[in-house]
């Protein structure tokens, strides 16, 4: 039963992180899109002013669509950062438990204290 969870939540896992791969993907092909007209509109003979008011309007675009990856990025950084503190964790339990055992092995007087009220 608990196999089943975990893979049916690591699975999960892999589609949510493909799935931000993929948007990452395209949003960076639309960045380079983007750039590509920028440097075209660069380049063209257009009167001045209008040029001015493309690139602007492009420069725009460009910023947003970073700020899409850059959040996109945090967020992968996120979804890993739970299983590693949940490793952690568990590790901290495992050897808590063990010295438990430990310390019960040695010494059998802490367990056979009685105390009187």
Known sequence: ??????????????TSK??????IAQLQSQLKG?????KE????????KMKAQIMKMLQAQIAA??????SLQQQQNQAKLPSKD??????????????SARRSNLSPLGSQVDTYV
């Open 1 to 14: 039963m608990t196999i089943s969870v975990s893979s049916s939540s690591s699975g999960a896992a892999a």
């Open 18 to 23: 493909t799935n931000v791969s993929g948007q």
């Open 34 to 38: 983007l750039t590509k007209k920028l």
């Open 41 to 48: 509109t660069s380049d063209s003979d257009m009167e001045a």
């Open 65 to 70: 669509v970073q700020a899409q990856i850059q």
């Open 86 to 99: 949940a490793a952690q964790s568990s590790e901290k339990q495992n050897a808590q438990e063990a010295s």
